[in-house]
């Protein structure tokens, strides 16, 4: 299993970038997947999360809440944060992750994985 991100970037304060991730490999299903961050001195904190089993659900971050929307391409097994009015506070390397489940000796194995980090530099 491989999760490729793309679409970081530079982008002055009040500006969007859309960030994406596709997961591929041999994938039995996708139970979820989402975006930390992680800025210098401060902790890895998850930006956002969203659920595509069951009923569903999104999750965020207070501080991106009405700023950011993730969304999933099920088709494409692709997840999308769309950020829009980007903050100097927003700068860090962003990491998608996916809770995927595969197929091990014909046997479910649900396991994380994770993508490799896009920089977001907002400038002021």
């Known amino acids: 299993v491989q999760l490729q991100a793309s679409g970081g970037g530079l982008v002055q304060a009040g500006g969007s970038l859309r960030l994406s991730c596709v997961a591929s490999g041999d994938i039995f299903s996708i139970n979820g997947m989402g975006w930390y961050r992680r800025s210098p001195g401060k902790q890895r904190e998850l930006v956002a999360e969203?659920?595509?089993?069951?009923?569903?659900?999104?999750e965020y971050l207070d501080s991106v809440k009405d700023r950011f929307f993730i969304s999933w391409d099920n088709a494409k097994k692709t997840v999308y944060l769309q950020m829009n009015n980007l903050k100097p506070e927003d700068t860090a390397v962003y990491f998608c992750?996916?809770?995927?489940?595969?197929?091990?000796?014909?046997?479910?194995?649900?396991?994380?994985?994770w993508g490799q980090g896009t920089q977001v530099t907002v400038s002021s």
């Open positions: 969203i659920i595509t089993i069951n009923r569903g659900g999104t």
């Open positions: 992750y996916a809770d995927i489940t595969i197929i091990e000796n014909t046997s479910p194995k649900r396991g994380n994985y």
